[in-house]
């Protein structure tokens, strides 16, 4: 599992359908040789522009694997995929959606991390691809990417390991939660077992308890 870029880009003001949008997903690489500080709410040099639906202590960080970008290339030919295009902070390799547990941590350089999400997509992804359907396409794909909230900050850089501290014990992953966001709703063990979750974020628990009230109903 390695780091295989850092990417940041501060919020900027572009016209979609006719109007203004301030978006904060146009990132870019930093240097290789560059070391980031990452605090408790983002990189240095990174930012977002709708505080209510971005960032916060749970999604400080986003995550997205280099090995869906073969995926990509296949699926959208004519776009050029540079790293971060898809709004990721950190591009990794060696760490998928259905590999990782929700409430896992990891070190990377002096940073500790906890996954706490998977990324559910807004309309500025299609902003940045430049195409609306990219919303529901990069979400039917299941190649989400996930989040994770700092719980030591520290400096990171291209290059590093990615080094596991420990398991959830509960063995829900990423991949989990958006196939019960999804698709499969109709799954009351899993959905039970995700409402109990105390990685997942408060918003998704709620969400997830009042599904599985409807199913009791």
Request: hydrophobic residues 35%.
């Amino acid at each position: 599992m390695k780091l295989i870029s850092v990417n940041v880009g501060l919020p900027r003001e572009v016209t979609w359908k006719g109007k203004t949008v301030r978006t904060g997903i146009f990132k870019e690489p930093v240097p290789a040789s560059a070391r980031v500080m990452v605090r408790s709410l983002n990189l240095d040099g990174d930012g977002q522009a709708d505080l209510l639906v971005h960032g916060g202590l749970d999604k400080a960080i986003y995550v997205y694997p280099f090995e869906h970008y073969d995926y990509w290339r296949a699926e959208l030919p004519d776009t050029d995929l540079t790293l971060g295009i898809f709004g990721e902070n950190l591009t990794i390799t060696g760490l998928r959606e259905d590999e990782v547990n929700i409430g896992d941590r990891f070190q990377i350089g002096t940073v500790k991390l906890m996954v706490t999400q998977p990324r559910l997509p807004c309309y500025k992804l299609g902003i940045r691809f430049g195409r609306p359907d990219m919303v529901k396409r990069f979400l039917a794909s299941r190649r989400t990417g996930f989040y994770f909230s700092v719980l030591q900050e520290g400096e990171v850089g291209t290059g590093d390991t990615l080094e596991l501290v420990s398991r959830d014990n509960n063995k829900i992953t990423v991949a989990d939660i958006t196939q019960l966001y999804v698709r499969e709703k109709n799954n009351p063990e899993l959905l039970h077992r995700a409402t109990q979750l105390e990685a997942l974020p408060k918003s998704w628990r709620d969400y997830f308890q009042e599904q599985s009230r409807r199913q009791d109903g």
